[in-house]
């Protein structure tokens, strides 16, 4: 009975390893939250959002997500509220990351390139309407 039990103890190491080290390699605002794939108006700015309808604005984007309306937010963000010069064209690449790594340390929150509550929280966002860049809980 023991060596069907230390096989199936090291199977089950074995696949929560790959499932640990899967969510690792996402980023730490990927791990805990879904990815964002829309934009909703919150507090008076545009802010990325999981889902077209359930304002769950404790999202995560970080490089390598696809295209998505949330990343083009993002980056229209970047570029009125930190004078970053980005292509709006929803990719979250190596541009993207770079540009929010320059805001994170503007903002004074952890610098790691991945958009999660955190990020949210301490970054400006691009208004609703108006012209002045908008910080939202």
Not at 40 to 50: E, L, Q, T
């Amino acid at each position: 009975m023991r060596k069907p039990l230390n096989a199936l103890l090291a199977t089950v190491l074995a696949i929560g390893g790959a499932a640990a080290m899967a969510l690792g390699s996402a980023g730490p605002a990927a791990a805990a939250n879904p990815t964002c794939n829309w934009s909703a108006s919150y507090y008076g700015a545009w802010v990325p959002n999981y889902g077209t309808t359930s304002g769950n604005v404790n999202c995560a984007l970080y490089q390598g997500v696809m295209n998505s309306v949330a990343v083009g937010t993002l980056q229209e963000t970047l570029n009125l509220c930190y004078g970053e010069r980005l292509v709006v064209d929803q990719d979250f690449g190596p541009s993207t990351e770079a540009a929010l790594r320059r805001a994170q340390q503007k903002a004074g929150t952890t610098v790691d390139g991945d958009y999660g509550p955190l990020t949210r929280k301490a970054i400006k966002h691009k208004p609703v309407s108006g012209s002045t860049c908008v910080r939202v809980p």
